[in-house]
C-alpha cells in the first residue's frame, strides 16, 4: 500500500492544528463591589515572575503598577502644645496576580506558552477584593495570539473607565 505525500503533509497540519488556540478568548470579569475612586496608582503582590510585561501592558493605559506600597506614619509639630500624628497617603489598590502555567500548551513560533491568570483588584482601604479578571492566554508573543498581560491591562483599562492607550505599545513593550 502506497501513501500519498499530500496525504501525509495534509494529516500533518492537520495534527499540529489540533488543540491550537487560534484566538484571543474573552476574559472572565465579576465586579464583586462598586468601585468608588478609581485612581491609576496599584501596587502589586502576588505573583512577581511577570512584573515587568505587566508593568509596561498596563503603562500603555496611563497605569502606575508600583512594587511596594509606602504606608507611614507622619509626625507634624502645629504648636508647642500640639502634636498631630496622621498617615501619609500610600496606595488605594492593590493588584494580585495568581500564574498558573500551562506547558502542554506551547507557542508554535516562540519559547512561551500557555498561562490562567487572575488577577484580583483589592481596595486596600475597605480590606476587600472589588474586582476580579481571569484571562487564559500565552505569556509572551505567541502570533496569533495576544500576550495575557496585554489582555488583562485592556480589560482593566475597560473596567476602570480608561478608554484608549496613553503610550504606543511600541515604547512599553519589553524586546523578547
Same mark, same amino acid.
Given at each position: ?9 495534509? $494529516? ?19 465586579? /464583586?463591589?462598586? &468601585? ?5 496608582? $496599584?501596587?502589586?503582590?502576588? #505573583? ?7 508593568? *509596561?501592558?498596563? %503603562?500603555?493605559?496611563? $497605569? ?44 508554535? $513560533? ?12 483589592? #481596595?486596600i482601604e475597605e480590606n476587600n477584593?472589588?474586582? &476580579? /479578571? ?15 498581560? #496585554?489582555?488583562? %491591562? *485592556? ?9 484608549d492607550k496613553s503610550i504606543p %505599545? ?7
Open positions: 500500500m502506497k501513501v500519498h505525500p499530500i496525504f501525509i503533509l495534509v $494529516f500533518g497540519a492537520l495534527l499540529c492544528l489540533t488543540g491550537c488556540q487560534i484566538s484571543d478568548k474573552k476574559a472572565k470579569v465579576m465586579l /464583586i463591589k462598586p &468601585i468608588e475612586s478609581k485612581p491609576k496608582d $496599584f501596587v502589586l503582590i502576588g #505573583d512577581r515572575e511577570y512584573q515587568a510585561e505587566f508593568t *509596561a501592558a498596563l %503603562a500603555q493605559y496611563g $497605569f502606575n503598577l508600583k512594587p511596594i506600597s509606602i504606608r507611614q506614619s507622619a509626625i507634624e509639630l502645629q504648636s508647642p502644645e500640639k502634636i498631630v500624628k496622621y498617615k501619609e497617603a500610600g496606595t488605594r489598590y492593590a493588584i494580585d496576580l495568581t500564574v498558573r502555567h500551562n506547558y502542554m500548551m506551547d507557542c508554535v $513560533f516562540s519559547d512561551n506558552h500557555m498561562v490562567d491568570v487572575t488577577m484580583s483588584i483589592i #481596595d477584593t472589588v474586582l &476580579i /479578571i481571569k484571562q487564559s492566554a500565552p505569556d509572551g508573543v505567541c502570533p496569533p495570539l495576544t500576550p495575557v498581560w #496585554d489582555l488583562l %491591562a *485592556a480589560e482593566l483599562a475597560s473596567n476602570w473607565g480608561v478608554k %505599545a511600541s515604547i512599553t513593550s519589553p524586546k523578547h
